[in-house]
T-cell receptor, first 110, second 117 residues
Framework: GQNIDQPTEMTATEGAIVQINCTYQ??????LFWYQQHAGEAPTFLSY????GLEEKGRFSSFLSRSKGYSYLLLKELQMKDSASYLC???????????FGTGTKLQVIP | NAGVTQTPKFRILKIGQSMTLQCTQD?????MYWYRQDPGMGLKLIYY???????DKGEVPNGYNVSRSTTEDFPLRLELAAPSQTSVYFC????????????????FGPGTRLTVL
């Protein structure tokens, strides 16, 4: 089976930087996704990491360490609109299955 | 492209009733998925399909059935609705990477909010 852990809630200040961690245990690991989900809406894709290291996309960056079963999502220059849940998801076992963590609810305060 | 569309957006069912949640994508994606999301929780995979005529169970398939007769459509059937099936249902699709299978982003529909009373 697969086990994915991420913090339930986080609070950060507008303009600051926040790091959301995700640890996983799985067999047949292929890659790790990060999705953003605003309340009442569908998830939207942020990033997909296959290799170790940091990938940057504008204000968002995602890091993966396959040997440690660890990833983080880094959000810079936080804006109020970044208040959302951030879902970590693991692709494994032949790519067909994607397993989601329970999500981290981020609140950005003025 | 409309992307992934789901109908209905909302539905209230009585215990024991049946219904079909519709999902259609116009991106010619091979892979399609059904998830449910309970309040404050992540998404749990119900069923998935890697192509027309091929379906397989996910984490929580009990109480549901699917079919995939065309590339575009992937309906989810609830035969005997139970209160435990009250949830938000998301359909998603993706196209697998060449020579390696999936990994590309999943495109999600807007969801169907189902209440079973």
């Amino acid at each position: 089976g697969q086990n994915i852990d991420q913090p339930t809630e986080m609070t950060a200040t507008e303009g600051a930087i926040v790091q959301i961690n995700c640890t996983y245990q799985t067999s047949g690991f292929n890659g790790l996704f990060w999705y953003q989900q605003h309340a009442g809406e569908a998830p939207t894709f942020l990033s997909y990491n296959v290799l170790d290291g940091l990938e940057e996309k504008g204000r968002f960056s995602s890091f993966l360490s396959r040997s440690k079963g660890y990833s983080y999502l880094l959000l810079k220059e936080l804006q109020m609109k970044d208040s959302a849940s951030y879902l970590c998801a693991v692709s494994a076992q032949g790519y067909q299955k994607v397993t989601f963590g329970t999500g981290t609810k981020l609140q950005v305060i003025p | 492209n409309a992307g992934v569309t789901q109908t209905p957006k909302f539905r209230i069912l009585k215990i024991g009733q049946s219904m079909t949640l519709q999902c259609t994508q116009d991106m010619n994606h091979n892979y399609m998925y059904w998830y449910r999301q309970d309040p404050g929780m992540g998404l749990k995979l119900i069923y998935y399909s890697v192509g027309a005529g091929i379906t397989d169970k996910g984490e929580v398939p009990n109480g549901y059935n699917v079919s995939r007769s065309t590339t575009e459509d992937f309906p989810l059937r609830l035969e005997l609705a139970a209160p435990s099936q009250t949830s938000v249902y998301f359909c998603a699709s993706t196209v697998p990477k060449i020579a390696g299978g999936g990994g590309d982003e999943q495109f999600f529909g807007p969801g169907t909010r189902l209440t079973v009373l």
